[in-house]
């Protein structure tokens, strides 16, 4: 089974700090993605990869930006963490080529707060 | 713009139950269209994929259709239990360069009382 593992399941920071949320999968998928889930608004995407060191901007990458120095790891990082940014962000991953269906791999979530 | 629309919003209904959550779509070129179920506190796991040339599958209690003509879908749970209080989120996948881009409903969350 695919897994997708991401650092924290709660954090809860300050206003100005700096936060890193890690997810890391172990299927050798090329694609992973970073969402930010907020009650009706459903999820909407920050930031996504389809290689090592390659990136691009989703809908919202405002106050965000991410790494991707490992296939298998994809890190966002909030330079300046905001009250507004409290939320659930959830890390996914996804196969590329033939084999890919489109399907979305999840990890728990992380539940941000800043306070 | 590529839009998935979900309804209703919320469903509450008891044990033992059918219910039909709606998912209609604006989405092109289309590609396929999943059902997720996602726990209270967890990812998101999908239930069933749709292809252009698919009209109906089931996946145990769920069964999912589709009309590509009207670009709406449809989620059916059969005998409602328990462990189906979740939200379900529909998610319609275009695609560009190759790869696929999903776009999301903003889910039904479904509620089922003993």
């Known amino acids: 089974d695919v897994k997708v593992t991401q650092s924290s399941r709660y954090l809860v920071k300050r206003t100005g700090e700096k936060v890193f949320l890690e997810c890391v999968q172990d299927m050798d998928h090329e694609n992973m993605f970073w969402y930010r889930q907020d009650p009706g608004l459903g999820l909407r995407l920050i930031y996504f990869s389809y290689d090592v060191k390659m990136k691009e901007k989703g809908d919202i990458p405002e106050g965000y930006s991410v790494s991707r120095e490992k296939k298998e790891r994809f890190s966002l990082i909030l330079e300046s963490a905001s009250t507004n940014q409290t939320s659930m962000y959830l890390c996914a991953s996804s196969l590329t080529g033939i084999l890919d269906t489109g399907e979305l791999f999840f990890g728990e979530g992380s539940r941000l707060t800043v306070l | 713009k590529n839009q998935v629309e979900q309804s209703p919003q919320s469903l509450i209904i008891l044990e033992g139950k059918n219910c039909t959550l709606q998912c209609n779509y604006t989405v092109s070129p289309f590609s396929n269209l999943r059902w997720y179920k996602q726990d209270t506190g967890r990812g998101p796991v999908s239930l069933t994929i749709m292809t252009f040339s698919e009209n109906t599958k089931s996946n145990g209690r769920y069964t999912a259709t589709l009309d590509a003509d009207t670009k709406q879908s449809s989620l059916h749970i059969t005998a409602s239990q328990l462990s189906d209080s979740a939200s379900y989120i529909c998610?319609?996948?275009?695609?560009?360069?190759?790869?696929?881009?999903?776009?999301f409903g903003r889910g039904t969350s479904l509620i089922v009382h003993p």
């Open positions: 998610v319609v996948s275009g695609t560009r360069g190759g790869s696929y881009i999903p776009t």
